[in-house]
Structure formats: C-alpha cells, structure tokens
C-alpha cells in the first residue's frame, strides 16, 4: 500500500494550512483510494522538536513521526508563510532529520499566506530547500491567499490541488510527471529535441 504523509506546519487552532491539509488528504483519497494518508501536525510536535534541535536526539512520539516520514513514499508539506518565508518550527522539524532522507522522495509543496504577496515563497523558499534536500518536488506548488477561501476562490483552489494530487498519483503509478500533454516550445520536451536535431542524426 501506498503511504503518503501529509505535513502541516500551521501554528494557529483553527488553522488554514491546516485547512489546505485536508483538502489535499481529501483529493488522494479521491485519487488514489488504496493508498495511506498519514496526517501529521506540528503544532502538537513544537516541544518535542525544539528540544530534538537542542539536544540532539528526538523523543519517542517524535522519532515515531520521523520514521514515519522517512518511510512514506510521498510527502506533502503545507506552511505558513511568514516574512516571505516557511515557518521555522518547519524549519526545525526538517532539521531533525538525517541526511538524505528526503532524497527521491516525491513531495508536493503547498503554503498559505495573509496575503497574496506571499504566493512565490513556495518557488523562492520551499523549492530551494528540498531541492537542496535532493527531494523530488512536484512541478504544481499550491497557495491559498485569504480570496482563495472565499467564494470566488475555493474553487480554483480545489482545481490546483486536485492537478498537484494528479501529478503525484502519475509519478507514484510509474506513469510520467502528470504535466499534462507536452509543451511544444518547452525546451525539454521531445518535440523540440526532435526538431532541434541535425538531419541525419
């Protein structure tokens, strides 16, 4: 069975990354039904994780949760997005772990914001770190602004996390990247390669 571990780094009770959580745990279930969502909050974890950064070792509930991720075949971390970056408990919890344990792991990144002007921390913060983390992080990032709850927003809200959720069942089932039909103009696509090939070649 497919375990996928879904992480949200919110801080607040009620919290909207924790709402953007559940709506990714509900389009994999819709998507993928025989696979295993587990949902882990950082918020209960905040102690067990500043003392892990502190002491150097985690504790028992918290090695559980860090075994659980190194285990899962997928990720999908949700933060809050504060000062144009990811949370720091975020930060700490990913610090606790060893090297290369997100290596090749799929990830979708996901955040949320008070304001819109947050929406490219998911490209200039999260994508850096775990492609530093050498994690394979899914083409389609998701940013819920305060609109994209309203009644004008949810539903392309919901239409962005389903294709983050689509792209990931593609890579998890061996069958491509879940991009959608190929870009004619994009520079890696097999449609340039072969009409940027010599003749004769």
Known sequence: MTAIAIISSGMGEPSTSHMLADRYAQAIEQAMPDASVERITLRELARD???????GFASPRLQHVIDQVTSADALVVVSPIYNGSYAGLFKLFVDVFEENAFTGKPVLLAATGGTARHSLAIEHAMRPLFAYLQALALPTGVFASPHDWSSEGVGALTERVTRAVDELASILS???TGRGPADEFDLTSPTFLAASRPKGT
């Open 49 to 55: 994780i500043t003392d892990a950064a502190m002491a």
């Open 174 to 176: 061996g069958s491509g």
